[in-house]
């Protein structure tokens, strides 16, 4: 046996024990996990900085709290989760218990990418652990200061029985797809989701998709000018511009754009001095591989650079950079950007931007600015994305009540809160009947009659009746 189907079958005799499916153990499970963040905290920071040079501040943001918060809340709320749901009833199933049962799927996959390469590995984890399942992690080796401290913390922490984390790349990743799982979650491009689902597919595994594509973000002409550079500066150059829900595109009018242009300027030296590459607020790219990728892009581009196009292959810096007069077809505009540059294309009216935007594959989040609130809705109103963010960016997928996950394109289900939980678990239909009122069943055994099918349609009917809030059946 190969080394991926032993731990497969170590985790699959765990799960077949039953082991996971108790509350308690589940919650301890949650609180290891609590511990392994909050013990590591100095060597998870140390692994961010060596694999982006992620800022203190932003590691602790957006990788450190936020799975902290994720863990806290499922803990909080995994008793409520575990609750059957009562459905509402006919007249034909008045005497019966109807209800939704979440069950654990049993041993699942998550397979991570490397921009925020803790997060991403367990933020799903930890709906997969409230669910009851077992987990084989497979961390980004892009981001391999962090995929080895996740290697090395797991087994320390949490049941090794139950959780394991495999190392390595396409290779590894290929040859443990050839098991079967229960469900597998990836995270990370549209081109390997394909051959995600192609391997899914030989054991017919459900397969959540958190994948990329480009988020447009609409600045409208009622806006305060000043407020919305700082916010759009601060989503888009977070993490050197390498987030998958990063404004990947503005949309605005001509005047707009001559508005915005010297408030960006503005907004980067009051957050990264005039100094920019010194600056340890400001993160890098995360392999030379990657760096070459934009600035090979930047270099395609018929676009006007305008501020920043500064960049350093040794140091993986590349300046966060404006480009404007871009056409459709433009390289910048044909694929994720997914690092600091930041594209801006005129439009003329609020409609061709809506346009513009409704030609693409729906994006994994929308963001508008605007003061005016009628343009918010109808931009909402006349599009579709994974997420939607007014007056501001990234913020939205912060918030555990609210699903995160794409639309179309941009990916398959989502997780994050209770949704995370939902989707590692199977709803399981249940109706438990007894054996009484047989007289009743027997108006539908034949021999059939006109008589007894208008009586079961009453019946089964969901409309409301005086009848339907009858007490007596
Ligand atoms: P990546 O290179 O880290 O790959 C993701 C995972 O797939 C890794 O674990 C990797 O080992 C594995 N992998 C790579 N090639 C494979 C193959 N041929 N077969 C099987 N597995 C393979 O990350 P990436 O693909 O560069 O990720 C960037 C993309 O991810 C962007 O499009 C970004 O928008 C998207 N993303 C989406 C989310 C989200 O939550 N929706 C979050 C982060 C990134």
């Known amino acids: 046996m190969d080394a991926h189907k032993q731990v497969v079958a170590r985790l699959r005799s765990a799960f077949s024990s039953g082991v996971t499916a108790a509350e308690q153990f589940r919650r301890a499970q949650l609180l290891n996990l609590v511990s392994l963040v909050k013990d590591n905290e100095h060597l998870i920071l140390n692994a961010l900085h060596k694999d982006l040079a992620k800022p203190k501040f932003e590691a602790v943001l957006s990788e450190i709290e936020i799975v902290l918060n994720e863990l806290y809340h499922a803990i909080d709320n995994l008793r409520s989760w575990l609750q059957p749901d009562y459905v ?7 005497l ?8 654990p799927l049993g041993v699942v996959l998550i397979i991570a990418a490397w921009n925020y390469p803790l997060q991403l590995a367990l933020l799903p984890m930890v709906g997969a652990i409230a669910a009851g399942n077992c987990v084989i992690l497979k961390p980004s080796e892009v981001s391999a200061a962090t995929e080895r401290l996740l290697a090395e913390l797991i087994p320390k922490y949490m049941s090794q029985d139950c959780y394991a984390v495999v190392c390595g790349g396409a290779e590894e990743t290929e040859s443990l797809l050839e098991n079967r799982f229960d469900h597998i979650f990836y995270t990370g491009s549209q081109k390997v989701a394909r051959s995600i689902l192609q391997a899914a597919s030989l054991h017919l595994t459900p397969v959540t998709l958190e994948l990329g594509g480009k988020c447009p973000c609409l600045i409208s002409d009622q806006v305060n000018i000043v407020a919305a550079a700082r916010r759009l500066v601060w989503a888009k150059f977070f993490n050197a511009g390498q987030s998958c829900v990063a404004p990947d595109y ?16 503005q907004a980067l030296v009051d957050f990264y001095g005039k100094e920019l590459q010194k600056c340890p607020d400001y993160g890098r790219i995360v392999t030379e591989r990657h760096w ?5 892009l930047l270099s395609k581009s018929k676009g006007r650079v305008v501020v920043g196009g500064k960049s350093q292959q040794d140091e993986k810096f590349i300046a966060p950079t404006v480009v404007v007069d871009l056409l459709e077809n433009d390289a910048l505009m044909e694929e994720e950007i997914f690092g600091p540059i930041l594209p801006i294309i005129t439009v003329e009216s609020l409609e061709e931007g809506i346009n513009y935007i409704n030609r693409r594959e729906k994006p994994l989040a929308l963001y508008v600015f605007s003061e005016n609130s009628s343009v918010v809705t109808t931009v909402m109103e006349n599009t579709s994305s994974g997420g939607f963010c007014s007056n501001d960016g990234i913020i939205h997928m912060t918030l555990p009540g609210l699903p995160f996950g794409g639309v179309g394109a941009s990916g398959w289900g989502n997780y994050h809160g209770r949704w995370g939980f939902e989707t590692f678990s199977h709803q399981r239909a249940c109706m438990l009947r007894g ?6 069943n027997t108006l539908r055994y034949p021999p059939y009659t006109d008589k007894n099918l208008g009586w079961l349609r009453w019946a089964a009917s969901a409309k409301k009746t005086p009848w339907n809030s009858c007490t007596l059946l």
């Not at 019966?96 to 069950?103: G, K, S, T």
């Not at 070459?292 to 090979?296: A, D, N």
């Not at 054996?435 to 009743?440: G, N, R, Y």
Request: glycine share 0%; net charge neutral.
């Open 88 to 94: 509402n009833k006919n007249i034909a199933t008045k």
């Open 96 to 103: 019966d218990e109807c209800f939704v049962r979440r069950e």
């Open 250 to 265: 503005i949309l605005c009018s001509m005047a707009t754009r001559d508005a915005l242009l010297p408030e960006v300027c």
């Open 292 to 296: 070459i990728r934009l600035i090979e």
């Open 435 to 440: 054996w009484a009122l047989e007289k009743i």
